[in-house]
């Protein structure tokens, strides 16, 4: 069973029901948000928590059924088509196991960690009860050699992932798919789960040592690495942030020392240049091979699990039409590729044309690739590099996509902002929100029920993909039309995104930056629901 972090309610090792668990996980996060209160007011504000979340647990759908698996990550040889990583992963193969549901079911996932440190299991994108999360505070970590199980139900379909919340273990291969079915969805003849990544750990450096040389007094110079650039966009729901507003003075990023460069992320492309990227765990040159009809409609769902960096896919001959972004309906656009940043998810239809088609995702800016195959006939494959033509056609991007109707989220509350700047640098690769690290953070506040703005801000120089956990939020585009359902959202830089949320989940979430880098060192947050 896992311990409470240091600064949580001491429970001197005695076994915990669920029920205890979760009043022990919210009054660990709420001591450490309360310091300074009296006990009977930590007391106060965690009963109230507690009986928030069993509320909101309670309003959400129920089946009836439930959906058990069993994870166990650990240390493995993984073979990524030829090159074999050292790594952790959830049993010896990456992705791991898919965990797949419908709506109102309740998921039983038992972690068995057989790792030498502490883990966590994430359910990225999942409206699910806090103290399930898979972060701390609100779910204590799992500790070497300990069991737990995550129950909670599934209220939204969509298309989601695992991942684990526990330093840079993210950028390893502790990652999984999980699919919410809603029956009323099908309406193709067979689906494709795409999971991309970037890969260093067993092959290159470790995430470590790379996080060691970004964050060291002798950080190489990324001058002399490839330089790549695409057709320039502007996100419509976007404004320019001309000058910074977290409190520190502007730093040259990377992006003024020559590094990897793209117009669609507004710059600077990412910190790492990664010695593999891959679709569904294989490298360009040992491809999976997807095999369908000519003539079917094919439903792929996109997951981009990689740390940091952001990929357009195309698949060759064949335009997609895109229907969901993280999980929610979109008024249907048809693109010719697609621009997937860490953590989003979009899911598209295709119709099968005949014969043997690569599916590639550029690494966008950093001059390589990861590849799959659809085969519906006969024809051999291009060469590994290969790079069609959609790859610079219409590409899709986040402004171009309205969530439908029945998912809209309304309009905002009037004068009720959540102002989120995000700050940091290169030089110093401190990065933060609200002008603090995470480990000095004044979280932001919301009360249940409310309607906030959130204002992404980024006047860095370098583009951010901003995850709330527990939560969607639904952008809004400069006009004042509501824009796409999102978890994650690129938030260029020099520019803000505004979003309204709904405050219906109450707990203490986290709100970071999924640059697994930028995360650990130091841009992420709280939002945490006060009563």
């Known amino acids: 069973m896992p311990v409470l972090p240091t600064g949580g309610v001491p429970f001197d090792g005695a076994l915990l029901t669920r029920r205890g668990f979760m009043a022990a996980s919210v009054a660990g996060g709420l001591a450490l948000a309360g310091c300074g209160q009296s006990n009977s007011q930590v007391s106060g504000a965690t009963a109230q928590m507690a009986a928030a979340i069993a509320a909101a647990e309670k309003a959400r759908p129920h089946s009836g059924r439930t959906v058990t698996a069993s994870l166990s990550p650990q240390q493995a040889q993984v073979d990524l088509g030829g090159p074999v990583a050292r790594t952790l992963a959830y049993g010896n193969n990456i992705p791991g196991p898919l965990i797949r549901a419908k709506v109102g079911d309740e998921l039983v996932v038992t972690v068995s960690n057989r790792l030498d440190h502490p883990t966590s299991v994430h359910w990225h994108g999942i409206a699910l009860r806090n103290d399930m999360d898979g972060a701390a505070p609100a779910t204590p970590n799992i500790a070497a050699g300990q ?94 942030s001309p000058t910074p507003t977290s409190g520190m003075p502007e730093m ?46 094919i439903r ?21 039409t895109v229907t969901h972004t993280d999980g929610f309906p979109v008024v249907p656009t048809q693109v010719d590729a697609l621009l997937i940043g860490m953590a989003e998810r979009y899911d598209v239809i295709v119709t099968a044309a005949d014969g043997v088609f690569p599916l590639v995702a550029l690494a966008e ?58 700050g940091g640098n290169m030089v110093q690769y401190n990065w933060m929100i609200n002008g603090r690290p995470y480990s000095d953070t004044d979280p932001l506040h919301v009360r249940e ?65 999924h640059n697994t880098y930028h995360q650990d060192a130091g841009m992420q947050t709280r939002l945490d629901y006060t009563f």
């Not at 117009?263 to 679709?279: E, F, K, R, T």
């Not at 357009?312 to 335009?319: I, M, N, T, W, Y």
């Open 147 to 240: 069991d737990f199980t995550y129950r909670f139900s599934v209220p939204n379909p969509g298309t989601y992932w695992g991942h684990p919340h526990t330093g840079l273990d993210a950028d390893m291969g502790l990652y999984l798919p999980v699919i919410v079915d809603d029956p009323s969805e099908g309406d193709y003849d067979a689906e494709w789960i795409v999971v991309l990544d970037d890969w260093t750990d067993g092959v290159g450096k470790s995430p470590q040592q790379l996080y060691n040389e970004l964050t060291g007094p002798d950080k190489p110079s990324r001058s002399a690495m490839p330089t790549t650039s695409t057709t320039s966009t502007t996100p419509a729901n976007a404004t320019t």
């Open 252 to 297: 040259p990023g990377m992006s003024d020392n020559g590094g990897t460069k793209s117009d669609l992320l507004g710059g600077d492309a990412g910190d790492i240049d990664y010695p593999y990227y891959l679709i569904n765990g294989r490298i360009p040159a040992a491809p999976t091979t997807f095999k369908a009809k000519p003539g079917q409609r």
């Open 300 to 320: 792929i769902r996109f997951i981009n699990t990689g740390s940091d960096t952001a990929f357009r896919v195309a698949l060759a001959g064949h335009s997609m």
């Open 365 to 422: 800016g950093k001059n390589d690739l990861a590849r799959a195959l659809l085969s519906t006939g006969t024809g051999s494959a291009p060469d590994p590099g290969f790079q069609p033509g959609e790859l610079g056609q219409r590409v899709g991007t986040i402004e171009m996509f309205t969530a439908t109707t029945p998912v809209n989220l309304g309009r905002p509350q009037p004068d009720l902002n959540l102002p989120v700047v995000l």
């Open 449 to 513: 029920g409310e309607r906030p703005t959130i204002t992404f801000d980024n006047p860095t120089m370098m583009y951010h993909p901003i995850h709330l956990h527990g939560h969607t939020f639904q952008l809004i585009n400069a006009d004042g039309s509501p824009g796409a359902r999102k978890d994650t959202v690129i938030v260029l830089p020099k520019q803000k995104i505004l979003a309204v949320l709904v405050a219906d989940n109450p707990g203490l979430w986290q709100l970071h930056c």
